[in-house]
């Protein structure tokens, strides 16, 4: 993680000694070194929750980078996470609230700064995988790079439908 990198500790322990306020300065710096080099380097940036919050993030990503937002529910979430002690601004006492309240702010700032979207929902990881890179490939992003090898896809359980990308 570049950020704990940079700041010397766990995330968590930061927010508690310095505060949010002081962490999304340091998230806005970072993005911007990050996303000012993408382009030649070929990164993959997997952002915080959070780092759409700030105005020059989302002009950074959206200008820099090509941003996948990986869109989940409130409930999807809480089932992934309700045993995450790391994440400061869900412990509280009630983190599916929470996790509703953030999603209100943030999913409006995510889809302004999305060029594509994928519905999580269950899929496996490698199913998401497959599902980005096809769709950046046949938008013609991936021409001359190598693409990762291809990984069957896990079937998920029947009643649970795949997830769908939806270009801007």
């Known amino acids: 993680m570049v950020l704990e990198e940079r700041i010397g500790m766990p995330i968590r ?3 508690e000694q310095h505060g949010e306020a002081a962490f999304r300065d340091i998230e806005e710096k970072v993005l911007d070194e990050l996303t000012a080099s993408s382009h ?3 990164l993959v940036l997997a ?4 780092a759409v919050l700030r105005p020059l993030n989302r002009q950074n990503l959206h200008q820099r980078c090509t941003v996948v ?4 529910t409130p409930e999807e979430l809480y089932r992934r996470l309700r045993h995450d002690t790391q994440r400061p601004l869900l412990q509280v006492a009630d983190p599916l609230a929470r996790l509703r309240e953030l999603y209100e702010v943030r999913a409006p700032l995510y889809e302004e700064t999305a060029h594509y979207r994928v519905d999580t929902g269950r899929p496996s990881v490698s199913t998401l995988v497959n599902m980005i890179v096809m769709q950046l490939d046949m938008a013609g992003l991936l021409e001359g790079r190598p693409l990762p090898p291809p990984t069957p896809p896990r079937q998920p359980p029947p009643q649970t439908p795949p997830g769908g990308i939806k270009p801007r």
């Open 13 to 15: 322990s930061f927010f």
């Open 40 to 42: 030649e380097q070929g």
């Open 47 to 50: 952002t915080g929750g959070g």
């Open 69 to 72: 937002y990986l869109r989940s």
